[in-house]
Structure formats: C-alpha cells, structure tokens
C-alpha cells in the first residue's frame, strides 16, 4: 500500500507559524495534484489546501486564506504547507493527499497524519 510521508506538525502558540512537508513515492507515476486535509475531534476531514501540477493553481479553505501557503517542492512530488498565525481553531491532525489519474478515474493516496495543535 503506497502512504506519503508527512513531517513538521507539533505544538505552537496562537500567533506562531508551523510548515509541514510532505512527500510522495516515485512509484506514483503522475501526480495530477497535491494537497493538505485536516480533521478536529468529533469533526469530519476537511480539505485545507490543494495545488494542481503543471498550472500550480491554488485552493485555500476561507478559513485559511491569507495565513496558510501551500506550495510544490522543486522534485515535484513533494508539497509544503506554510502556516502563520495559527489559531486554537487550526489543531487537528492535518493529512496529505496526492492524486494519480489512471485510466480516466482518480486514485488518491495519503499520509498517515500529522498533528498540529495551536494552543498557549
């Protein structure tokens, strides 16, 4: 089974700034896009950000536009995700996604989580 490996989640202050990073196995062919989900106790996953390959169009959740930047790696299968200002309301545990098109039918993979939690 092909899991991303995630690194940089932790404790931070509100006010204080995270990066996470995140890297995908060369056995994924082509990545069509890569992006960050996060998910708080007793909430459902939610996607925060996403960058497709080629255009490096951009998606920001409103709940992170302006404090969160997420961008490619120079390898091209690897993302970051800047996060400044952090808020009590951004902890959670924050996955990394990358989807493959194969055959005309998306197949995503993901990392198995890193947690991110802002608190004083």
């Known amino acids: 089974q092909v899991h991303l490996v995630e690194s940089g989640g932790g404790l931070v202050q509100p006010g204080g700034s995270l990066t996470l990073s995140c890297t995908a196995p060369e056995t994924i062919f082509s990545i069509f896009l890569m992006g960050w989900y996060r998910q708080a106790p007793g909430k459902e996953r939610e996607l925060v950000a996403h960058i497709i390959s080629g255009s490096n169009n951009t998606y920001y959740a409103d709940s992170v536009k302006g404090r969160f930047t997420i961008s490619r790696g120079s390898a091209g299968n690897t993302v970051h995700l800047q996060m400044d200002n952090l808020r009590p309301e951004d902890t959670g545990v924050y996955y990394c996604?990358?989807?493959?098109?194969?055959?005309?039918?998306?197949?995503?993979?993901w990392g198995q989580g890193t947690q991110v939690t802002a608190s004083s």
């Open positions: 996604k990358a989807r493959e098109i194969v055959g005309g039918r998306a197949v995503d993979y």
